[in-house]
């Protein structure tokens, strides 16, 4: 198939926004391990395969007073990224349509965080390294560079289906069809493969995630005549190649948390070879994908450091008791667990109290101080040892249950009188977006339409009432149940205004 027919021009890529490529998030890892990064609220930013822009807008719009620059080389992605940046009123970013082969230090400068989400595994190897040679010349010092790229092992299973696909489809034009006929035949394959085989199980779990995406992406991920995985231990050499270094990948200590016990001790003997551990947990886990943040290899980094680092950052956690009384004054244990499901047991009283306060206050955040002073009132505590609630605290941080940001955003945890909703959602919804941006950076997925309009409604010009009598006039209700739903309207827009709040949807 000729090479336009996978054009982003001719098919574009569909709005996402990353979260892990935040700079909040590479800030956050780079200065656990010893880096002195810019400040997130104030920082320069690049991303490299920029597509329509919705990534870099969602981050200029909460960070205004930080700069982002867009490179892609779909005319349709920039202008699309222009038109949503000028309907926003962002001045903040700029955008252009720019062949990666052109970049150069000399027109862009230098930027604190560099992103190439989805690009490296998807160019020729000339463009991955001229992609390299950018984040060698243009990273700042201290700067912080984010490379996404398919991963083997994982990929290795994923590479037999793709080329089945591939072969099954290779005579159709439409690319929406061609994604449509490659699925139908994983289907069918699934149907013919022997049952509850370890064959039929592959088959399934990539059926599972296709489902998870859209078709303009599995079109340019997985149909694409360009897609080249690499084993980590290449990506490091590729990296020491251009004077970089691995520095972390974003989900650092929540994959190595998921490891049993005696698993991670094995990989702990051997000792401070990181890129050697990195690739035994690919091998272990057989991770598909990975997300890895680089820096310039002349920074020594501190893989190890001290519980009194956590004292710099803001906390956060979902972590909710599995009691609805638990007991935060005494030593008794307390099972917590996560939305995924992850439990874990806390006996200390301080630390109890510290998880219980930080879901509390979710979405938002708090400093180390506040976490301190509210967890110590909350559990009666006397004579605190701070540092030993510095580790215990790293401690959960490493496991999962914890989050650190260098950034608190700032917006209100309760609705006002005229509720005024993020203008970024209220145009991610207009854009009939699946996920909607939260202003603490968090993807979550509208749970109804009544959800979605209510947001469209709160422009800060309609009070609670007003809110009502609208919905009640835009809400198609059976006859016969219209009524005792208009009844019930008022508490349902106090409920969702709150949810908004507490989710971070709303503006002062």
């Known amino acids: 198939m000729s090479e336009p027919k996978f054009g982003y021009d001719a098919v574009p890529y569909s709005s996402f926004t990353f979260p892990q490529t935040r700079p909040d998030r590479l800030a956050t890892l780079a200065t656990f391990f010893g880096m002195q990064p810019a400040p997130p609220e104030k920082c320069r930013v690049l991303e490299l395969g920029c597509g329509d822009g919705t990534n870099l807008i969602s981050f200029a719009y909460i960070l205004s007073e930080s700069s982002f620059v867009g490179v892609d080389l779909g005319q349709r992605h920039i202008e699309d990224a222009k038109s949503a940046a000028a309907e926003l009123q962002l001045t903040n970013l700029e955008f252009h349509c720019e062949d990666v082969m052109n970049f150069s230090r000399e027109r862009y400068g230098e930027f604190d965080y560099i992103i190439a989400h989805g690009l490296f595994s998807w160019v020729p190897e000339a463009v991955r390294t001229k992609i390299l040679n950018i984040y060698s010349e243009c990273l700042t010092p201290q700067g912080v560079g984010h490379i996404s790229f398919n991963a ?110 005696e698993i991670a001790a094995k990989l702990d003997e051997l000792g401070d070879d990181v890129i050697r551990k990195e690739q035994f947990t690919d091998f272990i886990k057989g991770r598909p994908f990975r997300s890895s943040l680089v820096c310039r290899d ?47 047991e806390i006996d200390d009283p301080v630390t109890k109290a510290a998880v219980f306060y930080l879901q509390s206050i979710w979405s938002t955040s708090a400093s180390f101080d506040e976490v301190v002073e509210q967890a110590v009132a909350m559990s009666g505590a006397d004579n605190v040892d701070v540092d030993s609630v510095a580790a215990r605290l790293l401690d959960l941080f490493k496991k999962g249950f914890v989050y650190l940001h260098r950034f608190k955003p700032e917006f209100p945890t309760e609705a006002g009188d005229r509720p005024t909703a993020s203008r970024f959602v209220q145009w991610q919804i207009r854009r009939k977006c699946a996920d909607i941006t939260t202003l603490s950076g968090m993807n979550l997925r509208p749970d109804s339409d009544l959800m979605k309009l209510l947001l469209l409604l709160c422009d800060g010009t309609r009070t609670r009432d007003e809110l009502t009598a609208e919905l009640g006039k835009r809400i198609e209700f059976p006859d016969t149940q219209r009524a005792e739903a208009l009844e019930q309207l008022p508490e349902l827009v106090d409920t969702k205004l709150a949810d908004f709040a507490r989710l971070g949807l709303l503006h002062n």
């Open 152 to 261: 083997y092992p994982g990929c290795k299973t994923r590479e037999m289906l793709w080329d089945m696909m591939k072969y099954y489809t290779v005579a159709v034009e439409d690319p929406m069809q061609k994604v449509a006929g490659g699925i139908q035949y994983l289907n069918f394959l699934n149907f013919a493969a022997e049952k509850e085989s370890a064959y039929q199980n592959l088959i399934n779990d990539e059926l599972s995630q296709y489902k998870q995406r859209t078709a303009e992406n599995i079109f340019h991920d997985d149909f694409s005549p360009l897609n080249q995985p690499f084993y980590f231990h290449e990506f490091a050499t590729l990296l020491e190649d251009h004077d970089l270094q691995f520095l972390s990948e974003v989900d650092a200590y929540w994959t190595e948390s998921q490891l049993r016990p």
């Open 298 to 344: 002349s920074i020594k980094l501190d893989r190890d450091p001290p519980p009194n680092i956590v004292r710099s950052f803001y906390f956060a956690s979902q972590v909710e008791p599995a009691s609805e009384q638990p007991d935060l004054r005494s030593s008794s244990k307390e099972k917590f667990k996560t939305p995924d499901g992850q439990n874990i």
